[in-house]
C-alpha cells in the first residue's frame, strides 16, 4: 500500500508572483500599500466568500479623507430611490 506525503505549502517559488514588503513601507505591525494591490484580492476573497475574511471583520483600516468622502457620496447615490 502507497503511504500519502502531505508537504507544507510556503506558497509561489517564483518572486515576480509575490509580494515585495522592502518596495512598502512598514510601520510597526502596520504596512503601506497602494489600494490597487489589495482590492483585487479582497474582491475574489468576497466573491468566493473566503471563511478568514471574517478575521478581520473587526480590523479598522486607515483610508484618505478624499477616498471617504467619496464612499460616502457613493453610499448616498446607489441607494434604490423611494
Do not use: C
Not at 506525503?5 to 508572483?17: A, C, F, I, N, T
Not at 478568514?52 to 471583520?57: H, I, K, N
Amino acid at each position: 500500500m502507497r503511504s500519502n506525503h502531505l508537504r507544507v505549502y510556503y506558497g509561489p517559488q517564483d518572486e515576480s508572483s509575490t509580494v515585495r514588503l522592502m518596495d512598502n513601507k512598514i510601520k510597526g505591525d502596520n504596512v503601506t500599500v497602494p489600494l490597487m494591490e489589495v482590492l483585487p484580492l479582497l474582491a475574489e476573497a468576497i466573491r468566493s466568500e473566503r471563511t478568514w475574511l471574517q478575521d478581520f471583520a473587526d480590523d479598522e483600516i486607515n483610508i484618505s479623507m478624499d477616498l471617504y468622502e467619496v464612499l460616502l457620496a457613493y453610499q448616498h447615490y446607489r441607494r434604490p430611490s423611494a
